[in-house]
């Protein structure tokens, strides 16, 4: 299986200001249809997950554009250009190319 | 508006068996690929396995953890999605979630295994 991981794993941030998170995989994600499929998802606390990103940069529906991503191969970066209160909660990058898909461990974003 | 409303849930033995559903709305199920993910208390997510659409032949993966005891099945005609989860062990014991392979999830349906 690969394996995600993501750094940090607790991210203290201040109102206002950005917020970077990375996450790389154990081989590469490009999948032999030329795809790479990798995803980000928030979960605010208490809630379900809910997708931000897929295939490395497409933003989801309703996806504030102040969320973005980035990357390619094995390194993969999320960047929050201005933190709210609301994105507080736990994100978690995803590799959908090969199965079984795999999840990183999570990285907690708090607000300082 | 996509609806995902899992179901089934509960407190079981070790050793026994639960099926859970899905209920879907809001977009066209039979061509969608659908998916179980899961997540322990406290824990991270963890994807469980998934369906394709029958049009691309309807097969079935799963994460090592849980295969040969789960099994994922859906019924187009009636837009559900399953998971038939056999021999369950603690370790089992999560939140379920119903997922349009990855973009759509519902709320969860809580599992939970002691003896």
């Known amino acids: 299986d690969i394996v995600m991981t993501q750094t940090p794993l607790s991210s203290p941030v201040t109102l206002g200001q950005p917020a970077s998170i990375s996450c790389r995989s154990s081989?590469?994600?490009?999948?032999?249809?030329?795809?790479?499929?990798l995803s980000w998802l928030q979960q605010r606390p208490g809630q379900p997950p809910r997708l931000l990103i897929h295939k490395i940069s497409d933003r989801f529906s309703g996806v504030p554009d102040r969320f973005s991503g980035s990357g390619a191969g094995t390194d993969f970066t999320l960047k929050i250009s201005r933190v709210e209160p609301e994105d507080v909660g736990t994100y978690y990058c995803m590799q959908a190319t090969q199965h079984p898909y795999t999840f990183g461990q999570g990285t907690k974003l708090e607000i300082k | 508006e996509v609806q995902l409303v899992e179901s089934g849930g509960g407190l079981v033995k070790p050793g026994e068996s639960l099926r859970l559903s899905c209920a879907a709305s809001?977009?066209?199920?039979?061509?969608?690929?659908m998916g179980w993910a899961r997540q322990a208390p406290g824990k991270g997510l963890e994807w469980v396995g998934h369906i394709t659409s029958n049009s691309d032949g309807g097969t079935t993966d799963y994460a090592s953890a849980v295969k040969g005891r789960f099994t994922i099945s859906r019924d187009d005609s009636k837009d559900t999605l399953s998971l038939q989860m056999d021999s369950l062990k603690i370790e089992d014991t999560a939140m379920y979630y119903c997922?349009?392979?990855?973009?759509?999830w519902g709320q969860g349906t809580l599992v939970t295994v002691s003896s």
């Open positions: 081989q590469s994600l490009v999948h032999s249809n030329g795809n790479t499929y």
């Open positions: 809001g977009f066209t199920f039979r061509n969608s690929w």
């Open positions: 997922t349009t392979d990855r973009y759509n």
